[in-house]
């Protein structure tokens, strides 16, 4: 199901769906060229922009590296070595998705 609306902050950066308090990071995966994308605070993982905006897609950043064997559990890890930080998901890089479900962006909430 399509979530209903996304939070938007003053620097046009994409926050998190779930809990709205981080903000989405993109990840590429050097091995594979893939880029994931990631809330920076509950590590909910998104493999496509569009997957950010359905409440049934997501899994945990951890759980889903140690599938592609990036990380094993109780072993310390350079991330450095396996993947590359691409910045945060901006505006401009969902638009399309907002316009297409007919999302609600809303500013964040004042700590």
Known sequence: MKIKNIVVGKS??????????????????KKTGQVIHACEECDATWLSLEDIFDDEK???LID????LG????GIEVAWDDF???????RLQDVEHIIKKYNIKIIPP???
């Open 12 to 29: 046009s950066q994409i926050y998190c769906p779930g809990f709205q308090d981080g903000r989405i990071m993109k990840i590429l995966l």
């Open 83 to 89: 993947s590359e930080d691409q910045g945060f998901v």
């Open 58 to 60: 997501g899994e945990d």
């Open 70 to 73: 990036y990380i094993k559990e």
């Open 109 to 111: 909430t004042p700590l």
């Open 64 to 67: 889903y590296l140690e599938t």
